[in-house]
């Protein structure tokens, strides 16, 4: 079977969404990709294995229009605070579960304004499904890389009416929102920096999905830290390599760009609610993403 265009761990455990209670609203998966891609029952890990809290912080859901559709949003920011430099979360392709809202809340309490938005919404809920294949087929593949940039481009916009700071923007996502993070450093000229976790270089372009990563490599306008696993039996190292050709022959900011490589980590290595979860790089990367920031303006 060959391979889909998703970084996908056969370990793909997904935990309850986050809310301002910390509770669960939607129903968590109960299967996950096994060996060759073949759906495969798992237990499901409710919780994830780091717990933000959410005191001195305004957390939880609201809901953003647009071009008529109310997405739903989960923000984590200091309480009481304005001029917040801001940062875009952008979701695995499990949507905006426990584990992205409490990385929301990590920046929040590292100063930021933190927008996960649910980029799935209008095509259907990610956590209702009970096999990958599915998931993949009937909402995945189903969302155009348009729509998640005007979504990503309407988070902005709120941010700046509701005590964000639009000069100090970044963008940061996970496995599938990793390419995301690429393509969208490529799109919006208001980013000051992107983080890409384990996100996919190279693919096959289709109508909603024209271009990878790979393609837009030369066009940045803000420079990007690439994190990834030298384990990752999804993402081989020879499209990294690839990428960062390309990189060297592109602009200022696509110059700019980096990655690093934990050679033992696999693919999704900072998602603490799975096996694949790798403390020591977990911990590092983290770092190196708030450093990354800080660098580059947003901070």
């Not at 096959?204 to 837009?216: A, C, E, T």
């Not at 990752?232 to 700019?256: F, Y």
């Not at 020591?280 to 990354?292: P, Y």
Request: net charge neutral; with cysteine.
């Amino acid at each position: 079977m060959s391979k889909l265009p998703f970084e996908l761990d056969v370990h793909a455990l997904v935990p309850g969404r986050g809310t301002e209670a910390g509770a669960t609203r939607r129903t968590a998966l109960k299967a996950a990709l096994g060996v060759g891609y073949a759906a495969a029952a798992l237990p499901v890990m409710a919780q994830t294995a780091i717990k933000t809290p959410a005191d001195g912080l305004t957390v939880g859901e609201f809901t953003l229009q647009v071009a008529g559709h109310g997405v739903p949003v989960y923000r984590a920011a200091p309480a009481g605070k304005t001029g917040l430099p801001v940062v875009l979360v952008i979701s695995e392709i499990f949507g905006v579960h426990e584990y992205i809202a409490d990385t929301a809340r990590r920046f929040a309490r590292a100063g930021y304004l933190a927008l996960a938005p649910e980029l799935f919404d209008r095509q259907g809920d990610p956590q209702s499904y009970g096999e990958i294949a599915r998931l993949i087929a009937e909402v995945v593949s189903k969302v155009p890389d348009a729509q998640v940039a005007a979504d990503l481009d309407a988070c902005i916009d709120w941010a700046a009416a509701n005590g964000g700071d639009v000069n100090k923007v970044g963008v940061t996502g996970f496995c599938w929102g990793g390419r995301q993070t690429w393509l969208y450093a490529a799109h919006q000229p208001r980013i000051k920096a992107g983080v890409a976790w384990y996100g996919r270089l190279v693919g096959q372009s289709n109508d909603l999905q024209p271009r990878h990563p790979v393609d837009i490599a030369k066009q940045l306008h803000a420079p990007v830290l690439g994190l990834y696993g030298g384990a990752d039996d999804g993402i081989p190292l020879s499209t990294v390599e690839q990428m960062k050709g390309l990189l060297a022959q592109g602009n200022a900011a696509s110059r700019a760009s980096e990655f690093v490589i934990y050679p033992d980590a696999p693919h999704a290595f900072h998602a603490d609610y799975r096996p694949t979860y790798r403390k020591e790089a977990a911990e590092d990367a983290w770092k190196r993403c708030l450093a990354w920031f800080k660098r580059h303006g947003v901070a």
